[in-house]
């Protein structure tokens, strides 16, 4: 079965840490770029992250650069996204897929999936005291 798996959410107090993970299956991992999405309710889907097919690339948003860290392990077919110091704002569902677009981008919903193409059921991150 294709997919894209995420966990790793959770409650987390402002300024702490939390690592989420993407693990995928049913198609090669190591032949896509991975982005990390995140969608507040109510508002739109925002690329924070993402990693080139090595991981040796690395592109964050505005918003979160300096606190997240994006990397990947191939053998484990597993990308992952550190969250440091966390704030408030940071509390959204975090999907990731291998659509791409540029760090920082909004969208208003997620946009079609084409050949090839893969969407996580997304995990919860709340920050909160």
């Known amino acids: 079965q294709v997919q894209l798996v995420e966990s790793g959410g959770g409650l987390v107090q402002p300024g702490g840490s939390l690592r989420l993970s993407c693990t995928a299956s049913?198609?090669?991992?190591?032949?896509?770029?991975v982005y990390w999405v995140r969608q507040v309710p109510g508002k739109g889907l925002e690329w924070v992250s993402n990693?080139?097919?090595?991981?040796?690339?690395?592109y964050y948003s505005a918003s979160v650069k300096g606190r997240f860290t994006v990397s990947r392990d191939n053998a484990k077919n597993t990308a992952y996204l550190q969250m440091n110091s966390v704030k408030f704002e940071d509390t959204a569902v975090y999907y990731c897929?291998?659509?791409?677009?540029?760090?920082?981008?909004?969208?208003?919903?997620?946009?079609?999936?084409?050949?090839?193409?893969?969407w996580g059921q997304g995990t919860q991150v709340t920050v909160s005291s």
């Open positions: 990693t080139d097919f090595s991981g040796a690339l690395t």
């Open positions: 897929t291998n659509i791409g677009r540029p760090v920082g981008a909004i969208l208003p919903f997620r946009p079609p999936l084409g050949k090839n193409e893969y």
């Open positions: 049913g198609f090669t991992f190591s032949d896509h770029w």
